[in-house]
């Protein structure tokens, strides 16, 4: 007895459903504003466990073939929402549609959904090509069928050559290729992948996102990926859900959240900006703690404002006014294509500057320097 | 993960195979009949007669001694062995010494019993020592065997622990003394503990070994118990069933009190 | 380096006495010559204990029935522990407690206790057959003490939670993504149990097997308790060879002979321990 899993197609890439739904608009202004059809769809999914919270009535829409991630830090619900999509966990109240259909009742081994394990998961027993035809086994793939099948996903992802091989016997990125081969091989309309790079060291880490990317177009399969580093999620999705508490924070393009975040969180979740708070006053903004104006777009109920550091400029002559600040340099860390600057305040506040190798030396430590930025480049956050 | 309703059957077909035979004898513990299977009305008459039959609580004390020295001599011998097999590297006949402190763990009962009772036997022809055999022959027995699973737990403990940790002490300046003083023997002390308490209860239990190697003068409870039993359940062994189910529940319960997670 | 050697003498003295001796006389008495005095026997190198052994098949058969009720034991503990081992180890901490607690509870009544439940249980009017017959299901008792059943019985009880908790370990060192993934890849319960699971805990498995099969295949008490009294095992004709017949070679020689069928066992149980 086979379950639902879309094995039946002789060869080729699945054929990516058209769906009921409409197509997904992404939220952030910059990003493409069509993605495609609906291919999954959470509706006010929610989880707990015990007295967390792990998800609150969360909407989410997933598009056929795109490449997707959850980002959020630990507790924040991302993995809880992979396995209720994959099916290891039920949620309390809610429902998924795939192609609009109700799964939430549909057990994992039914689904169309493949899920690639932060820890691989691979069958330690059986050899590399027997992972990769389990699941085809189970779907009561014919062994001639099967083995070309085999075959083709592990030359899909560079292991020819190492079908007879033990899960033991592989280094850790060619484990992380036969679980990719594995969920692959079933060609599922949507492929979860649970901290795919978490793994890897360093050097891996960059070559196999390329890789992953060319992967997700290669087979037209949705990809939704759970991450917590923020740098791959930007890096490898076309579109990002930051989530917080169970919920969404953000979701957009990397490009539209990487430059307007919503939210505090956001904008310190992401990283490297400088986020202030302070009080919005007649189109401009107050920080006491930093003791700078900012000036810019700034629409009344702004509570903070965000201002990454290579947007800030050190100034050849100290300057007051609005977007201007005075500051000694603490401390500088070189990092190749540039130096990251800790600059304190005369009020008290640590900017983090970036300072490019091609503009010459930094400042160096207990230098007093003035610092400026376009009124274009402050991020007025309203939460 | 979804749980399948057919293992859970299972699973509770396993609990109801293990725990059915007893619920029932602790049930007919309280009944009045004579008959030890027959429902006669609630009745704590068998628990008098239990606490009046001599021959059932000199052997349960007897047992109580045995067992307590038993575990206790384990504890020391067993401790030594686990300790040395852990920690002391490949001392000379190592093997030997691992495969002798092993031997009762895997030896039927039957093949122990025996063959010690040909070794008291012998002794006894040798040297005179010990004369005839009770208490102190199913004692030095009991201790043997407990040794074995002192000695296991000992070294499980020492294994999983660092031994680093006795390192660090000696290069904090503690003599080899002091580091086992104030390193080694609280890291070992639970298993000891755990060690010391499976001894007591295998003694305690055990009816092929003692039957063996013991005498006119070392009837232990399950020597007495096996006698009755030969001749069919009576109520007393009920109502001891009911005091040993209740009694160890109790303990169960206490350390599950005392063991129990502190919050806040 | 002293102090070693201190702490190791008497440890290594107790071992030599209380092991290795008794293991040397019991070979010496098994070749010596039957005696009518006291001790009966008289040294020699006659192998009169083990002449009875090849002639006489009622050894044989005694030495083989024990494997087989010790073989089937196991297999039986094996099947009823694999569900209680996955439901303990996939229930929650706090459960689990309560569960592990339930397993060993019966197993520290006491091994004469449980005996004397099953005799209730079993006996003509024991309470099988009261409730039976207070049903109006059957006229005469069903006789279901001093079988085979009965023994088996009598034995799984005693043997189940050594093969619980060697499996309910093992599966607590398995990797739970093992089974989602299988689930995942479209395996039903019973295919990731078969596909995944049993696999993975087939050492465990094997290890389970042998600590019930070793004791139960020396057993004495609960044949002697509730088995048929035509169907003889090893350990009781041992005991009956010893106390009643007072031919302490051909005793012996027994003893060797189960220790030596069960050398292979005791090794393989060992090599799968140290893993």
Known sequence: MTGPNQTSGPSGPPVIGSSSAGPIQTSGPSGPPVIGPVLLSAEALTKRFGATLALDALDLQIAAGEFFALLGGSGSGKSTLLRIIAGFE?????????????????????????????????????????????????????????????????????????DRRRPHQLSGGQKQRVALARSLVMRPRLLLLDEPLGALDAGLRERTGFELRALQRATGAAFVMVTHDQEEALALADRVALLDGGRIAQLGAPRAIYEKPASRFVARFLGAANVLEGRAAEGRFESAEAGITFAGDIPPGTVAVALRPERIAILPAPADGPNRVRGTVEDV?????????????????????????????????GAVVGLGWEPGDVVALPA | MRRGRALRWAMGLGFAFLWAPILLLVAYAFSADRIPYQWGGFSLRWFAALAANERLVEAA????????????????????????????????????????????????????????????????????????????????????????????????????????????????GATPWTA?????????????????????????????????????????LPIALFSMLRLGLTPEVNALGAVVVLGVGLMLGLAALLLRPRRG | MKARALLLAPAWAWLLLFVAAPAAILAAIALAEPDSGLPPFRLALSGAGFAPLVEDSYYLDALLVALRVAAITAGLCLALAYPMAIGIARAAPGRRVLLLA??????????????????????????????????????????????????????????????????????????????????????????????????????????????????????????????????????????????????????????????????????????????
Request: net charge negative; aromatic share 8%.
């Open chain 3, 102 to 275: 339930a397993l060993m509870l019966p197993f520290w009544t006491g091994f004469l206790l449980r005996v004397g439940a099953w005799i209730g249980l079993l006996r003509d009017e024991g309470w099988i057959n009261g409730l039976l017959r207070g049903a109006g299901l059957i006229e005469a008792p069903l006789a279901m003490l001093y079988t085979e059943g009965a023994m088996l019985a009598g034995m799984v009880h005693a043997y189940l939670p050594f093969a619980v908790l060697p499996l309910f370990a093992a599966l607590l060192r398995l990797d739970p993504t093992l089974e989602e993934a299988a689930a995942d890849l479209g395996a039903r319960p019973a295919t990731v149990f078969l596909t995944v699971t049993l696999p993975a805990t087939l050492p465990a498995a094997l290890a389970a097997f042998l600590l019930v099969f070793i004791p139960a295949a020396g057993e004495f008490v609960i044949p002697d308790l509730m088995g048929p009294p035509e169907a003889q095992m090893v350990g009781r004709v041992l005991w009956q060879e010893f106390f009643q017949n007072r031919d302490w070679p051909v005793a012996a020689a027994l003893a060797l002979c189960l220790l030596g069928l069960l050398i292979l066992p005791i090794r393989l149980f060992q090599r799968l321990e140290a893993r």
């Open chain 2, 61 to 172: 004390l007897l047992s109580l001694r045995i067992a307590a020295g038993a575990a206790s001599l384990a504890v020391l011998l067993g401790g030594a062995a686990g300790w040395a097999l852990a920690r002391f590297g490949p001392f000379r006949g190592r093997a030997v010494f691992g495969a002798l402190i092993g031997a009762p763990l895997v030896l039927p009962e039957v093949v122990t019993g025996l063959s010690l009772l040909l070794l008291f036997v012998a002794l006894e022809a040798a040297i005179g020592w010990p004369a005839g055999r009770g208490a102190t022959t199913v004692l030095l027995a009991h201790a043997t065997l407990g040794a074995a699973f002192v000695a296991v737990v000992v070294q499980a403990r020492l294994a999983d622990a660092d031994r680093t940790l006795e390192e660090a002490a000696m290069d904090l």
């Open chain 1, 90 to 162: 039920a949620p309390d109240a809610g429902r998924l549609l795939l192609d609009g259909r109700d799964i939430s009742a549909t057990p994992p081994w039914a689904r169309p959904v493949n899920m690639m394990f932060q820890s691989y998961a691979l069958f330690p027993h059986l050899t590399v090509a027997d992972n990769v035809a389990y699941g085809l086994r189970r779907a009561g793939v014919a062994a001639a069928e099967r083995a070309k099948r085999v075959g083709d996903a592990l030359a899909m992802v560079g292991l020819e050559g190492f």
């Open chain 1, 333 to 365: 860390a070189f990092r190749g294509d540039d130096s990251l600057l800790l600059i304190r305040t005369e009020a008290g506040a640590v900017l983090r500057v970036a300072h490019a190798e091609e503009d010459g030396a930094p400042p160096a430590r």
């Open chain 2, 180 to 220: 086992f003083r104030t390193v080694t023997l609280p890291l070992i002390a639970p298993a000891l503990a755990a060690g010391w308490l499976l001894a007591f209860t295998l003694s305690l239990d055990d009816v092929v070994i003692a039957s063996f190697v013991s005498g006119p003068a070392g009837t232990t």
